[in-house]
């Protein structure tokens, strides 16, 4: 059974840092998409971020590249986000979701297996 656990989610200041963590078991995880993704209250879900795994090529929204960092560490299969000069825009539930085939990174609906979410919240 895929299973995906989220961690490292808080409350945060503006312009401050978090570092979020996908844990992942179930799957061979080189052989996977790992991808991030968030939803703030009444809007949809947006593609944060995304690593595949087995090229190492990662993929960023316009809105937070040169600020958030995703990497992974296969000995743990583990994805993390590190998300820095965070902005109150970033608030949002935050998804961890991962695909053995996606045609486009950054699509939710590409893929097949998702974690519980964690909470971003970033005041100003």
């Known amino acids: 059974e895929v299973q995906l656990v989220e961690s490292g989610g808080g409350l945060v200041q503006a312009g401050g840092s978090l570092r979020l963590s996908c844990a992942g078991s179930?799957?061979?995880?080189?052989?996977?998409?790992i991808g991030w993704f968030r939803q703030a209250p009444g809007k949809e879900r947006e593609g944060v971020s995304s690593?595949?795994?087995?090229?190492?090529?990662?993929y960023y929204t316009d809105s937070v590249k040169d600020r958030f960092t995703i990497s992974s560490d296969n000995a743990k299969n583990t994805v993390t986000l590190q998300m820095s000069s965070l902005k109150p825009e970033d608030t949002a539930v935050y998804y961890c979701a991962a695909s053995p085939v996606v045609g486009y990174p950054l699509w939710s609906y590409e893929y097949h297996y998702w974690g519980q979410g964690t909470q971003v919240t970033v005041s100003s």
């Open positions: 690593i595949k795994i087995g090229s190492g090529s990662t």
């Open positions: 179930g799957f061979t995880f080189e052989h996977f998409v």
